[in-house]
């Protein structure tokens, strides 16, 4: 049974950081690409990062470009996300998803098959 739990969101500071965490079950990060989205309030999901099922390979929004990284522990079946310099426009729902291989681009919501249940990053003074 394939499983998601995204954890690690908060409450934080502007310029402040936080790291989250997706935990998978049910197949092997090693065959699947993996994403984070997030969805802010009113509008639809935003992927903000990418990593390769090689794990060498990563893509970022411009958003996301030079401010977070994601990274992944294949021996503890986990997907990273660190949040650095946070803004208060990065307050959202952050999700992990799995990739759906040769199903589009990973930008696209629709290419990806299972996700977690969300983690709420809040960014205010």
């Known amino acids: 049974q394939v499983q998601l739990v995204e954890s690690g969101g908060g409450t934080v500071l502007p310029g402040g950081s936080l790291r989250l965490s997706c935990r998978i079950s049910?197949?092997?990060?090693?065959?699947?690409?993996m994403t984070w989205f997030r969805q802010r309030p009113g509008e639809g999901r935003e992927a903000m990062a990418f990593?390769?099922?090689?794990?060498?390979?990563?893509f970022y929004s411009a958003a996301a470009q030079g401010r977070w990284t994601i990274s992944r522990d294949t021996a503890k079946n986990m997907v990273f996300l660190q949040l650095n310099s946070l803004k208060s426009d990065d307050t959202a729902v952050y999700f992990c998803?799995?990739?759906?291989?040769?199903?589009?681009?990973?930008?696209?919501?629709?290419?990806?098959?299972?996700w977690g249940q969300g983690s709420q990053v809040t960014v205010s003074s």
């Open positions: 049910g197949f092997t990060l090693t065959d699947y690409g």
């Open positions: 998803a799995r990739r759906t291989p040769g199903a589009g681009p990973y930008s696209e919501p629709m290419a990806h098959d299972y």
């Open positions: 990593i390769g099922k090689d794990g060498r390979d990563t």
